[in-house]
């Protein structure tokens, strides 16, 4: 049975890729805790639906934005709009990203360039933009996504991993910088979390059952699961957590 973060209720929260996968499960259990929330994404279709279904199931609609987080330009500005309609935001979940498989030899310049935008630099942004709003007010939690492909060096995923690695450090750097203004940054670290894009591009039926002999956790690790994390590490219960990695893996490395 889910956890209720009472402190949750009426906190305004921006979740990036909140469309799909992870994100739509985390968009989804904010709500059901009474926060006020927000989301970008580049996919609008599915944004819009899972509004409707988010409505239909909680009587509250989340609110959507249609970003691409690669146009580092436009974050700021993304998020004042956003401020404006949920609230100034007390927690930030930098989740989006896109984990296409390119070989070394495929990815040259613009390649790169354009993988650390989409998986790293984002992340950067949306916190440099959030930070001075909850450094005024004395609080404010921001979680990151990294994964654990890297720890584990995945194939065809160099960019990727590189980015995730990063996030690590990022994450330790800005904790330090911004930990007196009373803003916890801490790192979300996932395993194996089935989601639609996996089964529809990545893992056959017999990857699964690879990888849950894998895990320590027998069983199918979904959305919800790393969900319930970052309401923890959102909520003033993991007031004493911050510059951390937690992995939700089920015990895969
Ligand atoms: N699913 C897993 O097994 C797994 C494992 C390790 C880490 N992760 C991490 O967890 C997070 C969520 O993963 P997921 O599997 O749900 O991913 P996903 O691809 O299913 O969803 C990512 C969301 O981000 C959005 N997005 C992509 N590019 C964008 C852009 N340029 N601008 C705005 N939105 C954009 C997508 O439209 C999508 O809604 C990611 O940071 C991912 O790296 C996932």
Redesign the pocket.
Known sequence: MPATYHDLNDKSVLV??????????IVRSFCAQGAKVGF????DS??RHLCDDIEKQHSVRPVFAS?????QSAIPDAIAKMADKIGTIDVLV??????DRHSPAETGPDEWREKL???LS?QFFCARAVAPAMADRGCGSIIN?????FLMGLPDLVA?ETA?AGIIGMTRALARDWGANGIRVNT???????????LDLW?TAEDEARIQQQQCVKRR?V?DD?AQMVLFLASDVSSACSSQSFIV?GGLV
């Open positions: 990036t890729g909140g469309a799909s996968g992870i994100g739509a499960a970008f994404d580049i996919d599915a944004a970003l691409d987080l690669r146009n930098n989740n989006a990203a896109r984990d935008d989409v998986n984002h996504f990294s994964s654990v492909s990727y995730k979300v670290i996932p395993g194996c979390i089935i989601t639609q894009r996996q893992i690790l959305g790393v893996d």
